[in-house]
């Protein structure tokens, strides 16, 4: 299971949220090239990154921060966060992100999401946000009536490879992951799942491998040092 160390980016800087609320955001770090240069000396292989501020007004704020982390570090880089047309995920494409990330846009315009798997393949993932097994959009402000298995499914039948599931209700909380919700997911799909939101320690990683996902995303858990970035990628590669 490869493990995602992740960087939310607000104001060009690395925040978290807690459960998604932007009222909470909490400077983490201020520079996310030093940041993701730290995840790589670590033994990170991959990073997760979220435009929080273009989530928020639905288009790119913090490209070139990316551009900076992608150029620094030589890592693959997965972006979400405000990619909600084809112009604009051509532009991270060429901007060297390795896997573009659709959220909102891909409950809204599944031809879009269509259309970029079409064009781009495993290169495009769509993240789904639940709560209470419901999906969310405009970065979490808004719930729909569109159940996150169904949603899942139809991503499927279009072709997306990559989803990365989390639930709204546990992230940031360093409570643990929604454990039953991303099993379901797993099994009702064949796409690669990414577990997101809660992970809270070494133990919450452990369960996740066992669960035979793709990956985990950690954020909150490694900058408040409940959990080391460096055991984690040793148990999700089963050392």
């Excluded at 955001?25 to 995840?39: C, K, N, Y």
């Excluded at 279009?158 to 409570?175: E, H, N, P, R, Y």
Aim: charged fraction near 25%; proline fraction near 2%.
């Amino acid at each position: 299971m490869i493990i995602f160390p992740a960087i939310d980016l607000r104001d060009g800087k690395c925040v978290r949220l807690y459960k998604g609320d932007f009222a909470t955001s909490q400077v983490v770090a201020e520079d996310p090239v030093e940041t993701a240069l730290g995840f790589k000396n670590k033994g990170a292989e991959f990073i997760h990154m979220v435009d929080l501020d273009g989530a928020l007004k639905g288009s790119l704020r913090n490209l070139s921060v990316v551009k900076s982390v992608i150029e620094a570090t030589k890592l693959p880089v997965e972006l979400g966060g405000g990619i909600r047309d084809m112009k604009t995920i051509e532009e991270v494409i060429d901007a060297g992100v390795a896997r573009v990330i659709l959220g909102t846009s891909a409950l809204r315009q599944p031809e879009l999401v269509k259309e970029a798997v079409k064009k781009f393949g495993d290169k495009i993932a769509v993240g789904i946000d639940a709560k209470d097994g419901f999906t969310a959009v405009e970065g979490w402000l808004e719930v729909s009536e569109v159940n996150y298995i169904d949603f899942a499914k139809t991503m499927e039948a279009i072709g997306v490879k990559t989803i990365i599931f989390t639930d709204i209700s546990k992230d940031g909380t360093l409570q643990g992951p929604n454990f039953e919700q991303t099993g379901k997911l797993n099994e009702a799909v064949s796409c690669n799942i990414i577990a997101s939101g809660g992970v809270k320690d070494i133990e919450d990683i452990k369960i996740l491998t066992e669960m035979n996902l793709y990956g985990a995303i950690a954020g909150k858990a490694i900058y408040s040092n409940t959990l080391s970035l460096e055991e984690a990628i040793k148990v999700g590669r089963g050392e």
